[in-house]
């Protein structure tokens, strides 16, 4: 998947190592405090259909319900093991709202992200090996207020990306609003 600091070569089998790792820390901690979880997207596929990792996948897909994302946070905040570390717009406003809910990281790693250029991680915790945490709700019952919520969304992507990405300014209220979204 890449080179360490020394030249050497990672493999795919050592980076997901790490991402269990992860895991097992973020599932501590959910255990503990009570707060349901699943894997997601990806992961799921791989579980799945490879009985465990997507031999090229660089990451694990969490999900959780939106309703539990502050406490969450909360928990985290209170009982993540210092070796690891999570952003989160709940807990640092320089968060991508155009990323997962929250990613979590394991502070003795790096990664480089791909989007790193055109949307980079402004937070300052590091940019360590991550699991994504993403949040889900349901979908509102009526189609007027489904297609109100996409729209808006839709709508402010767009500015987001323009000012965040290419202009490098921090578009505070830009965000909020997607982040309601």
Not at 40 to 65: C, E, T
Not at 121 to 147: E, Y
Request: charged content about 25%; hydrophobic content about 40%; overall charge neutral.
């Amino acid at each position: 998947v890449g080179l360490d600091e020394n030249g050497n070569p990672v493999s795919s089998h050592t980076l997901h190592q790490v991402i269990l790792m992860i895991i097992d820390e973020f599932k501590r901690v959910c255990d503990k405090h009570n707060i349901p979880f699943a894997l997601g997207f990806g992961s799921a596929l791989g579980m799945y259909n490879y009985k465990g990792f997507i031999p090229w996948d660089d990451d694990a897909d969490l999900v959780v319900n939106v309703d539990d994302l502050e406490r969450l946070a909360k928990a985290l905040e209170e009982d993540l093991s210092p070796d690891f570390t999570f952003e989160c717009y709940e807990n640092d406003h320089r968060y991508l709202v155009l990323n997962p809910s929250m990613k979590i990281r394991y502070k003795h790693s790096y990664i480089k992200e791909a989007n790193s250029f055109f949307l980079p991680n402004r937070c300052k915790k590091g940019s360590g090996i991550f699991i994504d945490i993403c949040a889900f709700s349901n979908v509102p019952a009526d189609l007027k207020t489904h297609t109100r919520l996409r729209r808006n969304a839709l709508f402010t992507m767009p500015y987001y990306c323009f000012l965040d990405g290419v202009l490098r300014i921090h578009p505070y209220l830009t965000k909020k609003r997607l982040k309601k979204f």
